[in-house]
Structures are given as structure tokens and as C-alpha cells.
T-cell receptor, first 112, second 113 residues
Framework: SQQGEEDPQALSIQEGENATMNCSYKTSINNLQWYRQNSGRGLVHLILIRSNEREKHSGRLRVTLDTSKKSSSLLITASRAADTASYFC????????????FGTGTRLQVTL | NAGVTQTPKFQVLKTGQSMTLQCAQD?????MYWYRQDPGMGLRLIYY???????DKGEVPNGYNVSRLNKREFSLRLESAAPSQTSVYFCASRARDSPYEQYFGPGTRLTVT
């Protein structure tokens, strides 16, 4: 079964607003990663947060990790139409550093 | 650099036919992966190769075989295709050392009728 569950499944916002997506997972992890998938394309890595980190920033992206709650959130600030995509969290669990387990994804629609 | 390439982009098979999906990477990565993605779902790992010469099963290996031909190439074979294998298949690769992100190919859309 899949490790991560994302919430919400779909999100529709207007350009300029912030978008927040959440990910929950089940077991201890080495790190958690977020990926973006544009329609019909492969996944692109966005950001990685290690299990001993609590927050990380990259441009308009902010990721938090709460290992006690086994959850993470991805915040995209000042969203743009080009941010329209599906976003997936992926966990790299302790002891299996070669493998990622993906969540079910959040579909983000940013309208003008 | 082309990154991760996959062939073919699209394929239609009849039930029982066989085919091989090809994947190659030019980033000198040690690890390579095959995933499938079904509508509305995340990616599920079929097989992976942590390094040249090794392969291991992932979450959904039944009905598939793989070959790590060399460090660059990792192929996925469907010996007798079934409608349940209709999916989009992605290949990915990853460097041995940190950072641990995976790099994905553009995918192969397979339909089995």
C-alpha cells in the first residue's frame, strides 16, 4: 500500500493566492521529497527535507516536517497559472535509502 | 545531457502480446527504477536496480521482468500483457550519494486491449 496520503485531493485557487498541501505517512523516514507533475509529463523534483529538519525554503516553496505527527506540508506562495500541476510527496524510509514511496497527489489548479 | 529517456512514448498491445520498454540515463547514476501510474493515483514501484548488476522487486512486480543491461540502461519487459497492465510507465534514476532526488523520464503510455 502507498505510504503517503495527500490532502486535499484537489485544490483550486486564484493567481496570487497561497496553496497549501499536506502529506501524511506511516513509518519512520530518512527524508521526504515533493515532486510536481505537469499533465502528461514525468515528475520533477521540487524540494527535499531530511528527518532532522523542521522547515525548508526554496524560492516560493516552503516545506515543513513534523515527524511526531508523521506529516508534512508544502506551501506555494503567490501562486501563478504555471503552478497548475499535480504535486506528490514521496518518502524515503529508514533502511531503504534506494526507494521512494509516493503519495496519491494533490491536483492544483491556479486560475487567472 | 538528455537526462532520462524512454521508448516508446505510446504503445497499444493485444492481451497476451509481449513487449519491452526501454530506459536510458546519461547522468552516470547508480540506481534506476520502474514505476507505473494509474489514473488518480501516485506512482507505484515495479522494480528497481540499486546498482549495476542488481535488481529487486518493488511493490507491484507481478507480470513484469527487468534487465539492468549496463549502468545506463534498464529495461522493463511484459511477457504476456494483460488489460490490468494498461498504465503510464515511468523510468527514473538517482545518484548514489546525496542529494537523493530521482530524475524521471517522460513516460510510456501503454494500452492493453
Amino acid at each position: 500500500s502507498q505510504q503517503g496520503e495527500e490532502d486535499p485531493q484537489a485544490l483550486s485557487i486564484q493567481e496570487g493566492e497561497n496553496a497549501t498541501m499536506n502529506c501524511s505517512y506511516k513509518t519512520s523516514i530518512n527524508n521526504l521529497q515533493w515532486y510536481r507533475q505537469n499533465s502528461g509529463r514525468g515528475l520533477v523534483h521540487l524540494i527535499l527535507i531530511r528527518s532532522n529538519e523542521r522547515e525548508k525554503h526554496s524560492g516560493r516553496l516552503r516545506v515543513t516536517l513534523d515527524t511526531s505527527k508523521k506529516s508534512s506540508s508544502l506551501l506555494i506562495t503567490a501562486s501563478r497559472a504555471a503552478d497548475t500541476a499535480s504535486y506528490f510527496c514521496a518518502t524515503d524510509y529508514t533502511g531503504t535509502a534506494s526507494k521512494l514511496t509516493f503519495g496519491t497527489g494533490t491536483r492544483l489548479q491556479v486560475t487567472l | 545531457n538528455a537526462g532520462v529517456t524512454q521508448t516508446p512514448k505510446f504503445q497499444v498491445l493485444k492481451t497476451g502480446q509481449s513487449m519491452t520498454l526501454q530506459c536510458a540515463q546519461d547522468m552516470n547514476h547508480n540506481s534506476m527504477y520502474w514505476y507505473r501510474q494509474d489514473p488518480g493515483m501516485g506512482l507505484r514501484l515495479i522494480y528497481y536496480s540499486a546498482s549495476e548488476g542488481t535488481t529487486d522487486k518493488g511493490e507491484v512486480p507481478n507480470g513484469y521482468n527487468v534487465s539492468r543491461l549496463n549502468k545506463r540502461e534498464f529495461s522493463l519487459r511484459l511477457e504476456s500483457a494483460a488489460p490490468s497492465q494498461t498504465s503510464v510507465y515511468f523510468c527514473a534514476s538517482r545518484a548514489r550519494d546525496s542529494p537523493y532526488e530521482q530524475y524521471f523520464g517522460p513516460g510510456t503510455r501503454l494500452t492493453v486491449t
